[in-house]
């Protein structure tokens, strides 16, 4: 059984970071792709960085140049290092784990964590 837990969450002020972290059970996090995912309240869930196969990356356009997703096998630990926060990344964040090739869409992913929630204030 597969187990997706997050952790890093937290109130930032705007132009702050967090590192989010994602600890895998049930599967590595170098199997297939791993991806984050972002909701805000009356929104719908958004991609936010994928980290596929052979290393391929993906980033939504809102998080380009901020946010750096990345991996420790020996961990088995995903993570998502977020700079530069805007109160519009306020969300909750989730990881989520897939054998798909289409890391950036919330349906090809199998297996979800719980979310942990993110709060940048302005």
């Known amino acids: 059984q597969v187990q997706l837990v997050e952790s890093g969450g937290g109130l930032v002020q705007a132009g702050g970071s967090l590192r989010l972290s994602c600890a895998a059970s049930?599967?590595?996090?170098?199997?297939?792709?791993m991806g984050w995912f972002r909701q805000a309240p009356g929104e719908e869930r958004e991609f936010v960085a994928g980290?596929?196969?052979?290393?391929?990356?993906d980033y939504a356009d809102s998080v380009k140049g901020r946010f750096t997703i990345s991996r420790d096998n020996a961990k088995n630990t995903l993570y998502l290092q977020m700079n530069s926060l805007k109160p519009e990344d306020t969300a909750v964040y989730y990881c989520?784990?897939?054998?798909?090739?289409?890391?950036?869409?919330?349906?090809?992913?199998?297996?979800w964590g719980q979310g942990t929630q993110v709060t940048v204030s302005s």
């Open positions: 989520a784990a897939t054998l798909s090739l289409a890391i950036s869409r919330p349906n090809a992913y199998n297996d």
């Open positions: 049930g599967r590595t996090v170098s199997t297939g792709a």
């Open positions: 980290l596929g196969y052979n290393d391929y990356t």
